[in-house]
């Protein structure tokens, strides 16, 4: 899972060909419309939640969307979606590669659960066995009529599958810290851009 040099195009074909063929982690910890399941979390396992403004009114809840469809999130310059194709669509793999402390990673994920009503847009997906963490992530877009704001929420319930980010946990918590405020920075940024 841990490479010296990024992997080529080809080389990611037939890996998320594989992936494909990849069952999803369980148990299932997270649900997309309430988050966490349990209080309890099974030996080992992180939980990590983030609640981000990002915008005001439904245009910037609009251009969120947009960027959650354009793979914003994952685009923090450390970290992007190598299949940036890949729809929004419960079944779907996202394929994200990460650059870290001169090694690279492709971790594959299948996405779960989506949702996308007029106040409320998102997905959770579950990693494979072909990826570094065991768990779940959930990203989702909050618009409240009320006071017009839009929120990003980031949550995580994880744990490090592969033996290099078992011995390496505290710099692998870091990297998850530092993903939840890049992304929602960027995702920030690209309402900015497309118009709040």
């Known amino acids: 899972m841990f490479h010296l040099t990024q992997p080529s195009a080809e080389d990611l074909e037939k890996q998320i060909a594989a992936a494909n063929r990849s069952i999803a982690d369980e148990p299932r910890l997270l649900s997309l419309d309430a988050g966490l399941r349990q209080l309890r979390l099974p030996f080992g396992y992180f939980h990590d939640l983030t ?28 970290v992007r979606v190598a299949n940036p194709e890949a729809l929004i669509a419960v079944g ?25 009503t007029s106040t409320w847009y998102g997905f959770l997906y579950v990693t494979t066995k072909r990826h570094v963490e065991q768990g779940e992530e959930r990203f989702l877009l909050q618009f409240d009529p009320t006071t017009g ?23 692998t918590r870091a990297f998850q810290h530092r993903f939840a405020r890049d992304s929602q920075q960027r995702v920030r940024a690209a309402v900015l851009t497309k118009g709040s």
């Open 51 to 78: 609640r981000f403004r990002i915008g005001l009114g439904q245009a910037a809840f609009v251009a969120a969307k947009w960027a959650f469809k354009a793979w914003a999130p994952f685009d923090i310059g450390w």
């Open 92 to 116: 779907q793999i996202v394929a994200v590669e990460a650059r870290t402390l001169g090694l690279w990673t492709l971790n594959f994920s299948r996405i779960a659960e989506t949702i996308d």
């Open 149 to 171: 704001e839009v929120w990003y929420e980031l949550e995580a319930i994880s744990r490090p599958r592969q033996t290099l980010a078992r011995l390496g946990l505290p710099v």
